[in-house]
């Protein structure tokens, strides 16, 4: 039977994680990794402190999934932000594949290019190629565009552009069509989905293609 770690378990596409986690009968346990314990958690799921600097991951789990993520208001400069965007979560990886992990998924953004002229996607980018080096069995890489959700820290950069979005949404057809909004319940439930698959190798998947397989 399947059991699965949620780094990043607090955030947006976290959250929906362990919730979606905690009641799949594919999956016989959850670990949720954090720096606080949330009130929300399921009971059925354990919680384990976050330190990705000396991460030690107990038991044995087949499945890890990975939402951290900030923005570079909330870090307030660019190492901050690479503190967390990139070397947390290929530590989080590291310490994943140590303790025996088959499957990882990652959430990144759609754009993510490590030769990207943007800041925020190279970052993104560069997190993806380390990733790919851990050589795990199964490498889920998601790449979602405009998070629409609601979430428990107030983000007003992220605010205003959801209302914006919504505002001309009419204006997101054919080539733009990939850059929709996309529900975080909608990419933890493909990621979940596309982690119980029997293949093996790299699998990148964005917007529009986790809205069909959330879908089903």
């Known amino acids: 039977m399947n059991s699965a770690i949620v780094f ?3 955030g947006l596409i976290g959250r929906q994680l362990v919730e979606q986690l ?19 958690l399921p009971t059925l799921v354990d ?29 307030g400069s660019k190492k901050s932000f690479l503190d967390i965007d990139l070397y947390a979560v290929v530590s989080s990886a590291q ?23 943007n800041f ?5 980018g560069q997190m993806e190629e380390e990733l790919k080096a ?26 205003v552009g959801i209302i914006l979005y919504k505002i001309f949404r009419f204006m997101f057809v054919g080539s733009l069509r990939k850059y929709r909004g996309i529900e975080a319940s909608d990419v933890a439930k ?16 964005e917007s529009e293609k986790l809205k069909e397989i959330a879908k089903g």
């Open 8 to 10: 990043g378990s607090t």
């Open 22 to 40: 905690a009641v799949n009968s594919n999956f016989l346990k959850t670990a949720a990794f954090g720096r606080n314990k949330p009130e929300w």
């Open 47 to 75: 919680f384990c402190h976050f330190n990705p600097t000396n991460l030690e991951i107990k038991g044995e789990h087949t499945h890890a999934f990975c939402a951290l993520g900030t923005t570079m208001n909330k870090a």
């Open 95 to 117: 310490g994943a594949k140590r303790a025996g992990v088959k499957c990882f998924a990652v959430v990144s953004s759609i754009g993510a290019n490590p030769k990207s002229g």
């Open 120 to 124: 925020y996607l190279r970052t993104k």
């Open 134 to 159: 851990l050589n795990f069995e199964r490498l889920i890489i998601v790449r979602p565009s405009l998070l629409l959700g609601n979430r428990t820290e107030k983000r007003f950069g992220e605010k």
């Open 190 to 205: 493909a990621m979940i989905t596309l982690s119980l698959s029997n293949e093996k190798g790299v699998v990148v998947v």
